[in-house]
């Protein structure tokens, strides 16, 4: 079992920024990839960003050149550092682990983006 934990989220102006953070404990030994997905209210749930075990970073096209997902081996922790946030941006953030056991998702963090 993995488990993950995110924070960082909150309430920013629009052209504000945040970062999230996503720790994981467990069996972290069996993640390969990490990424970011968000929902926004009466919406599905959509992808954000993406690191492998390479390091190589995926983007959705609406995050591309504005977001970076980057992680921190050694605290088990990637980030997702946000900027020139938008009110569409506004949704619940979560981290997901994904290994050759499973998938795993944190609780959510909550990002507002008020105009």
């Known amino acids: 079992q993995v488990q993950l934990v995110e924070s960082g989220g909150g309430l920013v102006q629009a052209g504000g920024s945040l970062r999230l953070s996503c720790t994981a404990s467990?069996?972290?030994?069996?993640?390969?990839?990490k990424s970011w997905h968000r929902q926004a209210p009466g919406k599905p749930r959509e992808f954000v960003a993406r690191?492998?075990?390479?390091?190589?970073?995926r983007y959705a096209d609406s995050v591309k050149g504005r977001f970076t997902i980057s992680r921190d081996t050694a605290k088990n922790t990637n980030y997702l550092q946000m900027s020139s946030l938008k009110p569409e941006d506004t949704a619940v953030y979560y981290c997901k682990a994904e290994g050759w056991r499973g998938d795993y998702w944190g609780q959510g963090t909550q990002v507002t983006v008020s105009s």
């Open positions: 690191i492998g075990s390479s390091g190589i970073a």
């Open positions: 467990g069996d972290i030994f069996s993640i390969n990839t």
